[in-house]
């Protein structure tokens, strides 16, 4: 089971997304990883490599088990769903913790828009009014969750009808800061989707920010910095995207200007200075990507996985009722034997078998298994995202053929 063994290295003590990047570059992949007996050759220390001869799972299932617990869903490196724009930066994360409506994160265009928590009235003017305008773009907005500028912003895209993504410096399960429930309330009942590197559990720190701010930039096709002091994350944000050869944007400010804190906001007028593209509304943004832009723009919601196989472009040849109905049994019971090498474990393999006869809602399911309710919307919702099986408007499940 390939999501256990990447919990299984991710969640490794002293394993960082640097030395993920070097053992892929040496065994190729996680499974030649996990299998490896001897790692003496390795350029690695002796503890880290006294913890990859340890190949217990226990960790990695209790991971798992509490992903599923808090509704969560799990994306590896090795999905086909795990956004490109992140593959090949030297610290990319290798899992991505998830929860809310599951999306093809290859199919977004996404700005990241971040600033102070301390935010002014012309700051809340700014984040407002140019999240909304590029969110009527169908242009997602990637945030930190934090207060301020992030919240402002999120919300702002969320009422223009656009997805919205928030990645935390914490567990997926962890709503932080409290006070921004309300937040997490709205992304999670507009189709949005909230996005972390830490398992269930991990707490905040000031060393988990910086961390969430290169997943903010590396998701992005551009990054926005509207208020913020020389010295704010919001400028870290800015750095990796740089580093990784985003677009950085900035608002203006006039000179001696501070925050509600006191603190000086003379970050965005540095970045300007710096190269930086001075921005004063969605429209400086959406005009400098121009054509490209309009090109890859995605629908505004609902940009839900799609399936992995397209039968109905495949050519059609005319063909004699009698040799419909055979190819489409062939065609039925080859795309449910792919779906049933595809399964992780008997459960899913269970429900694949069950949603071959006929559609079933979850209820029915959970009732024809005899398993825990709270447990089997965990593995639906897994198999959902894995594009095993799709949901019906009714709320019925089905094979996704």
């Known amino acids: 089971m390939n999501s256990l063994k990447w919990l299984w290295l991710s969640t490794m003590h002293g394993i960082t997304p640097q030395k993920i990047s070097y053992l892929l570059s040496v065994y190729g992949g996680i499974d030649r990883i996990y299998e490896c007996s001897d790692y003496s050759a390795l350029r690695m220390s002796i ?26 869903y799990i994306l590896t ?9 992140l593959r090949g930066l030297p610290d990319s994360p290798y899992v991505l913790y998830m929860k809310g409506t599951p999306a093809n994160l290859n199919d977004i265009f996404g700005i990241g828009v971040v600033g102070t928590r301390n935010n002014t009235k012309y700051g809340e003017v700014c984040a407002s009014d140019i999240s909304y305008g590029l969110g009527k773009q169908g242009i997602t907005v990637i945030s930190g969750m934090a207060m301020g500028i992030d919240c402002i912003s999120m919300h702002a895209a969320l009422r223009a009808g656009a997805k919205t993504i928030g990645v935390l410096g914490c567990g997926i399960d962890i709503i932080y800061p409290a006070k921004n429930q309300w937040l997490f309330d709205e992304v999670f009942n507009t189709d949005g989707l909230v996005i972390s590197e830490y ?31 020389a010295r704010s994350g919001s400028l870290i944000t800015a750095r990796y995207a740089k580093q990784y050869n985003r677009s950085v944007f900035a608002v203006p400010r006039n000179i001696g200007d501070t925050d509600t804190s006191g603190k000086p906001l003379d970050g965005t007028n540095y970045l300007i200075k710096q190269g930086a593209r001075l921005v004063t509304d969605a429209n400086d943004i959406i005009t400098y990507y121009g054509k490209y832009l309009r090109s890859i723009r995605p629908s505004v919601r609902n940009n839900n996985i799609p399936d992995y196989v397209d039968i109905a472009k495949a050519p059609i040849k005319k063909q004699t009722h009698t040799q419909k109905s055979k190819t489409t049994s062939r065609l039925a019971d080859n795309a449910i034997t792919a779906l049933m090498e595809r399964a992780e474990g008997d459960t899913e393999l269970s429900v694949i078998q069950l949603l071959a006869e006929r559609e079933l809602y979850p209820d029915e399911i959970v009732q024809t298994l005899d398993k825990d309710a709270s447990e089997m919307n965990c593995v639906l919702l ?15 499940y089905e094979l996704n053929k």
Do not use: W
């Not at 503890?47 to 969560?72: F, I, P, R």
């Not at 998701?219 to 002091?229: A, D, F, K």
């Open 382 to 396: 897994v198999m959902e995202t894995k594009a095993l099986i799709k949901k019906q408007p009714d709320g019925r």
């Open 77 to 85: 490196y090795d999905s086909p769903y795990f956004p490109q724009i």
């Open 47 to 72: 503890a880290d490599k006294d913890n990859l001869l340890n190949k217990s799972m226990d960790s990695a299932k209790t991971v798992y088990h509490e992903v599923c617990s808090c509704g969560a």
């Open 199 to 229: 398992p269930p559990g991990t707490a905040a720190t000031k060393y988990t920010f910086p961390q969430r701010n290169r997943i903010i930039a590396g998701l992005s096709r551009g990054v926005l910095v509207i208020e913020g002091s």
